[in-house]
Every structure is written in structure tokens, then in C-alpha cells.
């Protein structure tokens, strides 16, 4: 994985929650803010940290230096910013897009490490 892919993954991953979230907000007629949650952000820094160790870092400092003061940022930020609410239509019109993506980019990625010799 990239440096820049993996900067973006916290985001990716809140947006995407967060557009179920409003998407379902949405469905049911049950609210039509969504509040951004220090919880949905914290789940993004933890999917960040855990896919950290297949970052092609370009300097071996880079490991140390860049990914745990990025993500206690992101973290601190995503506290500082958790009262906000977003209409539910927004996250809903930002969110779904992404999650679809990664989801188009988990099977694209699956496919490419399938060993040549399972295909037919």
C-alpha cells in the first residue's frame, strides 16, 4: 500500500460509515442529522494502524515517525469535531460512494493475489 493511499484510509473508512449511518437515517424517517462520532473516527484510526504494516514506507523512520503522530491527530481531531452534526443527505451522497469503492477495491485486491494456477 501506498503512503498516500494509507493517510486516507481513516477518512475513507469514517465516510463510509457514516454514510450507511445517514443512509439509514434517511430510510427509517428516524433523523435527519448525523452527529460525527469520536467513536466512527476512532474505528477509522484503528483500521489505519492495523493495515500500517503493509505501507511501502520510503524511509525506515517514516514507520515510526509519521504513523503514530498521524494517528494520534487524526484521533485528537476526530474528539475535537465530535458534536458536528452533518444533514443525513450528505453523508448519504458522500458515504455510499466511498463504501462502494473500497468494496470494489477489497474484491479488485482479492482477485490479484489469487495464485495464477486456481484460475481456469
Not at 58 to 85: D, I, K, N, S, T
Request: net charge positive.
Amino acid at each position: 500500500m501506498s503512503p498516500r493511499l494509507w493517510l486516507a484510509v481513516p477518512f475513507l473508512f469514517s465516510a463510509a460509515v457514516f454514510g450507511l449511518m445517514g443512509s439509514a437515517g434517511l430510510i427509517t424517517a428516524s433523523w435527519t442529522t448525523v452527529p460525527l462520532s469520536p467513536v466512527v473516527s476512532g474505528a477509522g484510526v484503528a483500521v489505519a494502524a492495523a493495515v500500517s504494516g503493509g505501507v511501502r514506507w520510503r524511509r525506515p523512520w517514516h514507520r515510526v515517525w509519521v504513523r503514530f503522530p498521524y494517528l494520534a491527530a487524526v484521533l485528537a481531531g476526530g474528539v475535537v469535531v465530535g458534536a458536528v452534526e452533518i444533514p443525513a443527505l450528505v453523508t448519504t451522497v458522500v458515504g455510499l460512494p466511498v463504501l462502494l469503492g473500497l468494496v470494489f477495491q477489497s474484491l479488485v485486491q482479492t482477485d490479484e493475489s489469487r495464485p495464477a494456477s486456481d484460475c481456469r
